[in-house]
């Protein structure tokens, strides 16, 4: 299976999900998710809530090696709309990863739901990146993720 490919469907089968439950910590005070197929394995691991930080990670083969992954740093500007805008902006944009022609390592360019709007941007490809993604609601930043990443040699 494609990286790509598998990226999109870990992703959509992990926290953006809002019904799938998470696995055990991987370190003291972690939440985390994985997701496998085809001899490929996703985890995500983060910390914190309205701020917070994490990283995801494709390991690939028997071996289980590291081939690709993600650092992630993220903070909600206005403390009231926390779990508001992760359930009305957040997961729901997280959930179109791969609709649109941005690199698939969060959501889609553009997203609106209600008065919020999603926008996330990207500079380079699946082997080196980073990106920002950003809430809006009514048109006021509640939130904003850096992200860098790229493949593991």
Not at 28 to 37: H, T, V, W
Not at 38 to 53: A, K, R
Not at 132 to 139: A, F, H, L, M, S
Request: one cysteine or more; hydrophobic letters at 35%; a negative charge.
């Amino acid at each position: 299976m494609e990286l790509k490919e598998f990226l999109v469907k870990a992703k959509q089968a992990t926290y953006a999900n809002v019904n799938v439950e998470k696995v055990a910590a991987s370190r003291r005070g972690s939440n985390d998710y994985e997701y496998s197929e085809n001899g490929m394995i996703y985890h995500d691991t983060y910390f914190g809530g309205t701020s917070f930080m994490g990283e995801e990670v494709v390991y690939e083969g028997d071996s289980k090696k590291p081939i690709w992954g993600m650092n992630y740093y993220g903070v909600t500007l206005d403390q009231s709309l926390s779990e508001e805008a992760m359930d009305k902006a957040l997961r729901p944009a997280l959930m179109k990863v791969g609709e649109d022609d941005i690199l698939p390592v969060r959501g889609p360019k553009y997203f609106i739901n209600d008065n919020y709007e999603y926008t996330f941007s990207v500079d380079g490809n699946l082997e080196y990146f980073e990106g920002i993604e950003e809430i809006r609601k009514d048109g006021k930043l509640i939130y904003k993720l850096h992200c860098t990443g790229g493949k593991i040699i």
